[in-house]
């Protein structure tokens, strides 16, 4: 094959993969949520309460630590899982718990979910609970929301600010 051959070849191989690439850029077209759907997104990080107080070691305890590791008291690190539990017009939409990160699980528990729903009016109930000595949920949010189609509609959990935020 001569070198014009080769370039033809060559000229008409890119050309078919400019069009291939051209056509996959924009085609199938991608769909974020259905035109009547509204968007519910789920996101924080948030660290639980430790899960039990410290406690005095025993002597015999102590005895047993080498002396450069001896404390007195002794503190656990793990974290509570949070919690949360989503009601959308008294319905449950999403009931889960988030585990803290990290080896001894004394990290943050960090979440995030889309829930799509229907646009329109509803009544949003968000639940919260990052202590696991607690029974049911110690933080509770109630809101009416009017999501148009398209719209995001954010949770978040900022305990400085309240607690659970609806935006």
């Known amino acids: 094959m ?54 005095r070691r025993t002597t015999e305890e102590l005895a047993k630590i080498p002396a450069n590791m001896r404390q007195s008291m002794d503190c656990p690190r793990e974290r509570s ?40 009016e509803h009544r949003l109930r968000v639940q919260f609970n990052d202590d696991a000595r607690v029974a049911g949920f110690n933080f509770e949010r109630s809101e009416v929301v009017h999501a148009l189609p398209g719209q995001v509609v954010l949770i978040d959990f900022i305990e400085d600010q309240g607690g659970i935020l609806i935006r």
Not at 17 to 30: K, N, V
Not at 95 to 111: E, V, W, Y
């Open 2 to 55: 001569d070198k014009t051959g080769r370039y033809f070849g060559q000229g008409i191989l890119y050309a078919l993969f400019a069009l291939l690439l051209g056509y996959f850029s924009t085609s199938p077209r991608y769909r974020n949520l259905e035109p009547d759907q509204a968007l519910l997104r789920l996101s924080f990080t948030h660290p639980g309460k430790i899960v039990s107080d410290c406690r």
């Open 81 to 120: 899982p949070v919690r949360v539990r989503v009601e959308l017009d008294g319905a449950p939409l999403y009931d889960d718990a988030f585990a803290p990160a990290g080896l001894k699980r004394d990290g943050a528990s960090a979440a995030y979910r889309r829930l799509p729903i229907a646009a329109g």
